[in-house]
């Protein structure tokens, strides 16, 4: 029977979901889970309301394989002061090779045979030499992962400028493309430090309401189109959604308000009409 409890990493933001079967876990237990590269140690956290809605039979948890011991938690201390120490002479050799990479973070697997160095860089980089040195130093396998900016922004964390956290690291399960139309169909400014992360991309959340937008603007005129209005033909500058209004600018440069619900087809002037 599955037993599906909250595990936070000190590796990872978002807490994980994981199968504790038959052990008793309580909130803060230190715990060892099964993942890819190994026995890793992590805390049992409170799992998310959105989480605890979703069914247990949707995929296959990774398993907590006991509580953790002493020995456990002096290897973690222990990487955590490796990691530390790793990331500095990675970062000399970086400036020393004047390589064009931003060093993230050091992950040490938790059997220790190997660490994982995380990196941003706009193109693709030589590191051969620093692999190179760094093995000859460290004495232990070395990777070289390059990430975006947005897994930057979502293992560092922050506060966007909603002044809540940000929604890579609280609860995204992966990011979903973001493109400038969608900021063009809600009506934002086209303002990159008002509809830029900071990760320097656009935000994730101006995909969460434009499926909404798409829909609620079926049957509605583009911005830019003529249409027929009570004061005069017109162009339409704005169409306010929240508001449910079409700001129309008339003619002689008047801008009157008219109610979506008011709108109708046959009040489109065609092209055609617009060359007559």
Same mark, same amino acid.
């Given at each position: 029977? @599955?037993?599906?409890?909250?595990?936070?990493?000190?590796?990872?933001?978002?807490?994980?979901?994981?199968?504790?079967?038959?052990?008793?876990?309580?909130?803060?237990? &230190?715990?060892?889970? +099964?993942?890819? /590269?190994?026995?890793?140690?992590?805390?049992?956290?409170?799992?998310?309301?959105?989480?605890?809605?979703?069914?247990? /039979?949707?995929? /296959?948890?990774?398993?907590?394989?006991?509580?953790?011991?002493?020995?456990?938690?002096?290897?973690?201390?222990?990487?955590?002061?490796? +990691?530390?120490?790793?990331?500095?002479?990675?970062? /000399?050799?970086?400036?020393?090779?004047?390589?064009?990479?931003?060093?993230?973070?050091? @992950?040490?697997?938790?059997?220790?045979?190997?660490?994982?160095?995380?990196?941003?860089?706009?193109?693709?980089?030589?590191?051969?030499?620093?692999?190179?040195?760094?093995?000859?130093?460290?004495?232990?396998?070395? +990777?070289?992962?390059?990430?975006?900016?947005?897994?930057?922004?979502?293992?560092?964390? *922050?506060?966007?400028?909603? *002044?809540?956290?940000?929604?890579?690291? *609280?609860?995204?399960?992966?990011?979903?493309?973001?493109?400038?139309?969608?900021?063009?169909?809600? *009506?934002?400014?086209?303002?990159?430090?008002?509809?830029?992360?900071?990760?320097?991309?656009?935000?994730?959340?101006?995909?969460? @309401?434009?499926?909404?937008?798409?829909?609620?603007?079926?049957?509605?005129?583009?911005?830019?189109?003529?249409?027929?209005?009570?004061?005069?033909?017109?162009?339409?500058?704005?169409?306010?959604?929240?508001?449910? &209004?079409?700001?129309? +600018?008339?003619?002689?440069?008047?801008?009157?308000?008219?109610?979506? @619900?008011?709108? &109708?087809?046959?009040?489109?002037?065609?092209?055609?009409?617009?060359?007559?």
């Amino acid at each position: 029977m @599955e037993n599906i409890v909250g595990v936070k990493m000190r590796k990872q933001l978002q807490p994980i979901d994981a199968d504790a079967a038959g052990l008793d876990m309580q909130i803060d237990d &230190k715990v060892m889970v +099964e993942t890819k /590269n190994g026995p890793t140690l992590g805390t049992i956290v409170p799992r998310p309301a959105y989480k605890r809605c979703i069914s247990c /039979n949707k995929k /296959n948890y990774p398993k907590i394989l006991r509580k953790a011991e002493d020995a456990d938690m002096r290897q973690e201390e222990l990487n955590i002061r490796m +990691e530390r120490d790793y990331f500095q002479v990675c970062q /000399n050799k970086i400036q020393k090779h004047k390589l064009p990479m931003k060093l993230v973070d050091v @992950e040490i697997v938790p059997d220790g045979s190997k660490v994982v160095f995380l990196f941003v860089a706009e193109n693709r980089v030589d590191f051969r030499q620093l692999v190179k040195e760094l093995a000859a130093d460290l004495r232990t396998r070395i +990777e070289m992962r390059q990430i975006g900016a947005r897994s930057e922004a979502q293992r560092i964390g *922050g506060i966007g400028c909603c *002044g809540r956290e940000l929604c890579c690291a *609280g609860f995204l399960q992966k990011f979903c493309p973001v493109t400038v139309k969608m900021t063009k169909e809600q *009506g934002l400014p086209l303002d990159p430090e008002k509809i830029s992360g900071v990760c320097g991309r656009l935000m994730c959340c101006l995909s969460y @309401e434009y499926d909404t937008y798409v829909k609620l603007k079926q049957g509605l005129p583009k911005v830019g189109k003529r249409i027929k209005t009570e004061k005069g033909p017109g162009k339409i500058r704005q169409i306010n959604i929240i508001s449910k &209004k079409i700001v129309v +600018e008339l003619e002689d440069g008047m801008f009157v308000d008219m109610a979506i @619900e008011d709108y &109708k087809p046959e009040m489109l002037i065609k092209q055609q009409q617009q060359q007559h």
